[in-house]
T-cell receptor, first 114, second 113 residues
Framework: DTGVSQNPRHKITKRGQNVTFRCDPI?????LYWYRQTLGQGPEFLTY????????KSRLLSDRFSAERPKGSFSTLEIQRTEQGDSAMYLC???FGTGLPEAFFGQGTRLTVV | AQSVTQLDSQVPVFEEAPVELRCNYS??????LFWYVQYPNQGLQLLLK??????LVKSINGFEAEFNKSQTSFHLRKPSVHISDTAEYFC???????????FGQGTTLQVKP
C-alpha cells in the first residue's frame, strides 16, 4: 500500500464551475477525513466518514460542498459554483479509528479559482 | 472546545544548533497530541505522537516532544538541526471519539547554513 492518494494534484477552474476531487485512503482504514488549508494557515476540518457514513460536517462546509464515500472505500469532495474564496489546498486523511487514532495524509489537491 | 496555539510563526536557526518549537493546547477532555511536518506543496507527514504512557516521545530523525499536562504543552525539540529539517511544523490535538484533528497555525523552521 502506497498510502493515501489524492487526485488531481492541481486544479485550476473558472469561478462558477463545479469541481470534484478524489481520495483513496489506506485500504485497511475505516475513517476518512477532509481538511482545507489556506496559505499560511493550519489545516481546518471539513468532514469525516466512518466507513460509508458521513458522521460530522464542519460549519465551513457550505451547501455548495458535498462529500461522499460510497461503499466505504474512496471518497469524493465536490464543490459547486466555485468562488475565489474556495482557492486552497484540500487534504484527505485516513485512520484505523478508535485505538489507533493517528491519521495519515495524502499529498493534497491544490485548487485555484480564477 | 479544543484549540492549539503555536507560539512562534517563524523560527530561524543555524545548522547544528538546537531548536524548540512551542505548542500549547486547551481542552476539557483527555487528548492525543501530534506533530506533523509539511514540505512545500506536499501533504502532512506524521512526525510523532503522544497517545498515553511515557510523556517523552521521540521520532526516528532525532526530534522529541514532551507532553506536560499541568502546562498544557507539547513542545518539539531537536538538539542539532540539519538543512533538510527546513519545513512547516504543525501541532495538532485530537480529543474526540471522531479522531478529528485541531491544528495550530504552524511554525516555519528555517535552518541556515
Amino acid at each position: 500500500d502506497t498510502g493515501v492518494s489524492q487526485n488531481p494534484r492541481h486544479k485550476i477552474t473558472k469561478r462558477g464551475q463545479n469541481v470534484t476531487f478524489r481520495c483513496d485512503p489506506i485500504s485497511e482504514h475505516n475513517r476518512l477525513y477532509w481538511y482545507r488549508q489556506t496559505l499560511g494557515q493550519g489545516p481546518e476540518f471539513l468532514t469525516y466518514f466512518q466507513n460509508e457514513a458521513q458522521l460530522e460536517k464542519s460549519r465551513l462546509l457550505s451547501d455548495r460542498f458535498s462529500a461522499e464515500r460510497p461503499k466505504g472505500s474512496f471518497s469524493t469532495l465536490e464543490i459547486q459554483r466555485t468562488e475565489q474564496g474556495d482557492s486552497a489546498m484540500y487534504l484527505c486523511a485516513s485512520s484505523f479509528g478508535t485505538g489507533l487514532p493517528e491519521a495519515f495524509f495524502g499529498q493534497g489537491t491544490r485548487l485555484t479559482v480564477v | 472546545a479544543q484549540s492549539v496555539t503555536q507560539l512562534d510563526s517563524q523560527v530561524p536557526v543555524f545548522e547544528e544548533a538546537p531548536v524548540e518549537l512551542r505548542c500549547n493546547y486547551s481542552s476539557s477532555v483527555s487528548v492525543y497530541l501530534f506533530w506533523y511536518v509539511q514540505y512545500p506543496n506536499q501533504g502532512l507527514q506524521l512526525l510523532l505522537k503522544y497517545l498515553s504512557g511515557s510523556t517523552l516521545v521521540k521520532s526516528i530523525n532525532g526530534f522529541e516532544a514532551e507532553f506536560n499536562k499541568s502546562q498544557t504543552s507539547f513542545h518539539l525539540r531537536k538538539p542539532s538541526v540539519h538543512i533538510s529539517d527546513t519545513a512547516e511544523y504543525f501541532c495538532a490535538v485530537s480529543g474526540s471519539n471522531t479522531g478529528k484533528l485541531i491544528f495550530g497555525q504552524g511554525t516555519t523552521l528555517q535552518v541556515k547554513p
